[in-house]
């Protein structure tokens, strides 16, 4: 625990420094950081709040990519080669981020081999993660990817804790983005976790076990309630 508080110490005091132009700002709910396509020219960093990242498809349709909170920092694509974000970049609450321009956070991270080495580290671990959820969606059935990212959310800002169970704060909606399948296909695989009591909804939110949800494709059952779309 101390190791992570350490981390989360380090990027907050880089991500603040004045020497990396850190310029700090209030954002309300459902404002747009950037945008898909946009210019990449600064990283952020979430001082409080939520920040929800998007991909849009060609026809309009969205994926939730990443739900973000405290600690954590967004806009890699200005550290890169390219020249514009690939994906929308949402305030999901009020939130409190610095707005750092990529190009003297480089100049610093080569000044500063500690901060370098923590900005490879993150970097490393978001390309391990994209890579993880690339191979869930090309080898997973649907119900499994469904488990998986309710899962991965539970660990996130949009969870709670409540006793041993986890209250989610996604929508079906939401939760079909991220997963990649239609809104139908997700609220007929919830409604059979409802039915065998592995999960329980509310307006905007599932309260679920996390031991108890792997059970609906542990059993193989889960195959026949939403078809495999790969």
């Known amino acids: 625990m101390s190791q992570v ?42 001082h409080h709040g939520q920040v929800r990242l ?38 999901a609450t009020q ?34 993660s994209a890579r993880e959820e690339a191979a869930r969606l090309v080898f997973q059935d649907c119900n499994s990817r469904l488990v998986d990212a309710m899962i991965r959310f539970s660990h996130s800002v949009a969870a709670t804790e409540q006793g041993g169970e986890v209250v989610l704060h996604l929508t079906h909606e939401q939760l079909a983005q991220a997963v990649g399948a239609a809104r139908e296909t997700i609220s007929l695989a919830l409604t059979e976790m409802r039915h065998r009591n592995l999960v329980r909804t509310g307006r905007n939110r599932l309260i679920f076990n996390r031991d108890s949800i792997r059970s609906f494709v542990g059993n193989g059952n889960g195959h026949a309630v939403a078809p495999n779309i790969g």
């Open 5 to 46: 508080y350490s981390q989360s110490q380090q990027l907050n005091e880089l991500f603040s420094s004045t020497e990396v132009g850190a310029e700090g700002l209030e954002i309300s709910r459902g404002t747009v950081v950037f945008e898909q396509g946009s210019a990449a020219e600064h990283v952020y960093f979430i």
């Open 54 to 91: 998007y991909q849009i498809g060609a026809d309009g349709s969205e994926r939730l990519v990443e739900i973000l909170g405290p600690g954590q920092w967004f806009g890699c694509a200005a550290l890169s080669d390219r020249t514009a974000h690939v994906s929308q970049a949402v305030a």
């Open 95 to 128: 939130a409190q981020v610095s707005r750092v321009p990529a190009e003297k956070l480089l100049e610093y991270a080569s000044r500063n081999p500690a901060a370098a080495v923590q900005l490879i580290k993150n970097l490393a671990n978001a390309v391990q």
